[in-house]
């Protein structure tokens, strides 16, 4: 693969850190519902955030069945409409992986503004599954949490790729 200029070349990254890094949101988006402000429609899903960054980055190792039981187990948390996360998981994780060598092209903050619509479309799905479900409309404060979700995507993307960073290298003679 063709890199651009000044981009790292970074090392394998490891299984374990992945699905950990996955559980971790997980845990803090259930820390998040039960915590200080309960499930207010502002708060950004953080297990949405890292489901993307790692099938943009990863896409052979997270996909769409990754994706499916990390919604329902969203899903079983909350007690709401089963399978609502599950498929705007599913569906959030399809489009990433659609457009991941796209997006790997921009620097961090043009990702941000193109991962932006894929936010929107989970949050819209887990509202529309949630309306049809007989549920009330969370209000327009819903919204917010995707652009919140997007603000963060830098800080996700520096602090999950830490751990494949290598060490500069002083030697000038090798082309890697």
């Known amino acids: 693969m063709i890199m651009r200029q000044g981009q790292q070349l970074l090392l394998p990254a490891n299984p374990f850190f992945i699905w950990g890094t996955l559980l971790a949101a997980l845990g803090l988006n259930m820390l998040q519902n039960i915590g200080f402000w309960g499930r207010a429609a502002w708060v950004p899903d953080l297990l949405a955030l890292v489901l993307v960054f790692w099938s943009v980055h990863q896409p052979l190792r997270i996909g769409i069945g990754a994706a499916f039981v990390f919604g329902l187990a969203m899903d079983v948390h909350q007690g709401g409409l089963l399978g609502a996360h599950a498929l705007a998981y599913t569906v959030m994780s399809f489009l990433s992986i659609m457009i991941h060598r796209r997006l790997l092209w921009f620097s961090v903050p043009l990702q941000a503004a193109q991962v932006l619509p894929l936010f929107l479309v989970?949050?819209?799905?887990?509202?529309?599954?949630?309306?049809?479900?007989?549920?009330?409309?969370?209000?327009?404060?819903?919204?917010?949490?995707?652009?919140?979700?997007?603000?963060?995507?830098?800080?996700?993307?520096?602090?999950?790729?830490?751990?494949?960073?290598?060490?500069?290298?002083?030697d000038a003679n090798r082309p890697l």
Not at 139 to 157: C, N, Q
């Open 122 to 170: 989970c949050q819209c799905i887990v509202l529309a599954t949630q309306m049809l479900g007989g549920g009330a409309f969370p209000g327009v404060s819903m919204f917010l949490a995707p652009v919140i979700e997007s603000l963060l995507w830098p800080v996700v993307s520096v602090v999950l790729l830490v751990p494949q960073r290598r060490a500069p290298d002083p």
